[in-house]
Structure formats: structure tokens, C-alpha cells
């Protein structure tokens, strides 16, 4: 009998019509040989004999696995099977839709709906891996989960903005950004104004890349324009930092790394330097943060930006037992328990079954706040109008004054206009 290995994740594709393998990717357990072709066609047969029965299958758990079906536009099938212990149905949803996503940003959406060689399809479909890849490996960030950009805090924002903006305008584009090891710098206002999971699929596909000092890429916006590519063009400025445009047809890159890249953006090498050595803060100058609080993260709602940290001070926080790896993991499963079950998110799709736990359902209100309690440490978490924290905490803290403490640090990281 086939079994998952500790902390695994498996990635099935398949034909929503037939059930023809698409491809199969994994994380953790590399050694281990590709699903047999009977696990593939039992997990896709049960998944259809539901639904020819009218029968939402979405989630299952075996001891040692969860496994999760989706399908996107009744033309393609994700499976994901996961042995990791902080995977849960929300988790996996947000993978599964995230890998879909990453298939129409390469391929746009009119090749994977109305596939019409399947061979084709396989083959063009391996330029998607090393995206779909970067998203079975274990979370260093939070921007899957959430569907926001992380952003990171520099004194000299002001002077890259204008500089960014006056660049962005001379390259005929309205959406740019300027990205230091993963996270937004800065950005035009237009770029805020993409579907988050846009926005955050562009950011994720440049750290999935290896480095390169440009690149002029045909993308297609899942949410945005599916069906119709636009170029996206990144620029290398410093080792570690990178500016990044939707364009039209023109300039061309030849164009653009010759005549605007260099005029513009050399004035400011060693701000650019400066900016991509030091070490990389997500708080706004000023704020000391409690030294209870071992992590956070910090939501815009309305602009799906977002502040995520596990080494609050800047270093290793005394103390603690707590390592950075399980501070992470930690901090995402927090989320995703909160979001999925206490507080109120995105109206569920159609055919979709809602995470909710049943004693919700009896409540005439949506909670505002929640927290749980570890033996390794402490959660809590504010959903406010505009707002989301969740934070971290060391175990020592009195229970009763957690609420507190959540309520003052997340005065003290929204009261200033420089702030998230």
C-alpha cells in the first residue's frame, strides 16, 4: 500500500473530462517513486463518482495524509496529498488555487480550457514546474496564504518611489515595482490596484526564477486579462534588488536597459546598495515592539499589503525556545486556523464547501478577536475594519493580558502615516 512520507506534499494534474495524468510533482520524500498509476485513478475516480451522484467531494483524511480536490473551470483536476503536520484544508485550498493560478499566468487560460492535444498540453506545461515547485516547499513567507504583498520598510522610500514612478512613466507603463529579496520596496499606485493574487504571483514568479539582469516575459493575469499576455520585464539593479514593469509592445528591452535603466537608476546606486545590504525590516522606523512578541503579521485589508516577521527585534529573541523554522510554521498555521474559522474572509465560490466550525454557525455576530494557547507559546489575533494582526507570543504571557498587548502593538503599527 502506497503511503506519504513525513512532512510530503504530492501535486496531481489530471483532465477534468477524462482523467488523463496532466503531470505529478511532490516536495519531501524525493526518493520515493511517482504515485502509482491506480492511487492516481482512485483518488480521481472517487472524486467523479460523487460528482456524478451530485456530491461535493473537497477534502478527506486518512491517519497520516490530507488530500484535497479541486476543479478549475471543469477542464483541469488538482489533487494535493500532504503528510505535513500544519497542513489544513485552508492551507491546501489556497496551494491548489495558487498552482492553477501559476498555470494561467504562464500558459493563459484558453490552452489549459480548451486543451485540444493533451501531449501538447504535458509538454508546455513543464515551462510551469519550477513555479508550481516553489509552492510545495515549505513556506518562508506568508504572501501564499494571504494573497497580499509583503513589504519591506526603508528610510529613503520617498526618493525610490519618485524615482520609480518617473521610470515606470518613461517605459509606457502605468505598473512597477521595486523588490528587495522577495518583498515590495515600493510601488506605483496602479500596481496596488491588481487582483492581489496578481500582484502576488508576479513577485513569487521573480524569486522562483535564477537570477538574471533582465528578463521580458509574455504573462497572462488570471483575474485580470486570462487570455490576452502582457510583457513583464524585470531589471537586476543590485544583487538582491530588482525593478519590475507591466508593458505594452514598446519600449523594447534592448531599448530599455540601454537608454532608461541606466539614466535613471544610477544616480541612486548607492542608495540601491544600501537598501539591498542592510538587514531586511518590515516595522516602521521608531517602533519597539514588546519583547513577549516572537512574530508577526500585519494585514491591509483594503490595499492586500502586509508586514510578517518571526524575528520581531532584529534578532534571536531571548528566552525562547522557539526556533525561526517553528516560529514560521507556527505563525502560517495561527492564520490560516483564525481566517478559516473564527473571522470573517472572502465569500466562498460556488460548488465550494465553507470552513467554518458548527458552534459558529448559532452566532448572530463575526468574532473580533481570538487567541490560542500552545505549550511552546501564545496566539492572538485582531480583525478590525481595515486591519488584521496575529501575533506570537511567549508562553509566559499572562493570559489575560494578551489582548492587551495585541490591542498596543497594533496601535502603535497603524497610527503612523508611513505605516502599513
Known sequence: MWEEAADSVTLLCLTSSSGVPLFCRSRGGLAKPQL????????????????????LLTAACTENTRVMWKVFHNSITLIVLSSDE????????????????????????????????????????KACYKLIDSFLEPGKCSADLTQCMECAVTPSRAVLQECLEAFASAAESRFGCLLVSGRVLCATEQWWQLAAPEAMLLVWLVQSLPP??????????????????????????????????????????????????????QP?????????????????PGIALAPEILGLLLINQDQRKSLFTVHPHGSWTEGSEMSLKDRLRALRSFYASAISLYF???KPEENTAPFQEDFQTSFSHSPQHCYMVYDTH????????????????????????????????????TVEDSAL
Not at 502509482?36 to 456530491?55: E, K, R, T, W
Not at 493560478?101 to 480548451?114: D, P, Q, R, S, T
Not at 541612486?268 to 516602521?284: F, H, I, M, N, T
Request: proline share 8%.
Open 36 to 55: 502509482p498509476f491506480s492511487v492516481i485513478g482512485s483518488l480521481n475516480g472517487v472524486h467523479m463518482f460523487g460528482s456524478n451522484l451530485d456530491v
Open 212 to 265: 538574471h539582469a533582465s528578463r521580458d516575459l509574455p504573462v497572462y493575469l488570471p483575474h485580470g486579462s486570462p487570455t490576452v499576455p502582457h510583457r513583464f520585464l524585470t531589471f537586476q539593479l543590485v544583487p538582491g534588488l530588482e525593478v519590475v514593469l507591466l508593458c505594452g509592445p514598446n519600449p523594447s528591452l534592448q531599448c530599455m536597459t540601454d537608454e532608461l535603466v541606466r539614466p535613471f537608476w
Open 378 to 413: 501564545k496566539a492572538y489575533a485582531i480583525h478590525g475594519r481595515r486591519h488584521q494582526l496575529f501575533l506570537l507570543m511567549k508562553p509566559d504571557v499572562p493570559t489575560f493580558a494578551l489582548r492587551s498587548l495585541a490591542t498596543c502593538t497594533l496601535q502603535a503599527l
Open 344 to 346: 470573517p474572509s472572502e
Open 86 to 125: 500544519g497542513a489544513s484544508d485552508f492551507s491546501l485550498g489556497r496551494l491548489l488555487e495558487n498552482v492553477f493560478n501559476a498555470m494561467v499566468l504562464i500558459l493563459g487560460l484558453e490552452e489549459l480550457v480548451n486543451a485540444r492535444n493533451i501531449e501538447r498540453l504535458k509538454k508546455d506545461l
Open 268 to 284: 541612486l546606486l548607492d542608495l540601491l546598495k544600501a537598501s539591498a545590504g542592510a538587514p531586511l525590516q518590515c516595522l516602521p
